[in-house]
């Protein structure tokens, strides 16, 4: 079993930056892919970026430019680094791990979810 935990959310500015991780247990996670998720309030969960085991990664287009994901295997810990943030980024943003080598854009294809972490931005 993987146990993911996210920190770094925050209240930010817009046009502010925030850097989120993603902390994993286990000895696996290497082999996982991993991807970001966020969800709105009254609004579906939807997918920001992922990454693959190998660090090959894919974006939202919402995002693309703006935010960057990364792993350390070294530390099983996954970021996303969000510059240039905007209003409509505020969610609570999930990390998922899949049991994969390509993450996908669909939250159905992951294992291990983490609680999340609050992500606002003001205006």
């Known amino acids: 079993q993987v146990q993911l935990v996210e920190s770094g959310g925050g209240l930010v500015q817009a046009g502010g930056s925030l850097r989120l991780s993603c902390a994993a247990s286990?000895?696996?996670?290497?082999?996982?892919?991993m991807g970001w998720f966020r969800q709105a309030p009254g609004k579906e969960r939807e997918f920001v970026a992922a990454?693959?085991?190998?660090?090959?990664?894919a974006y939202a287009d919402s995002v693309k430019g703006r935010f960057t994901i990364s792993r350390d295997n070294a530390e099983n810990t996954v970021y996303l680094q969000m510059i240039s943030l905007k209003p409509e980024d505020t969610a609570v943003y999930y990390c998922?791990?899949?049991?994969?080598?390509?993450?996908?854009?669909?939250?159905?294809?992951?294992?291990?979810w983490g609680q999340g972490t609050q992500v606002t931005v003001s205006s």
């Open positions: 286990g000895r696996a996670f290497s082999s996982y892919a």
């Open positions: 990454i693959s085991r190998s660090g090959g990664t």
């Open positions: 998922a791990g899949a049991r994969t080598a390509w993450g996908t854009s669909m939250g159905s294809g992951y294992d291990y």
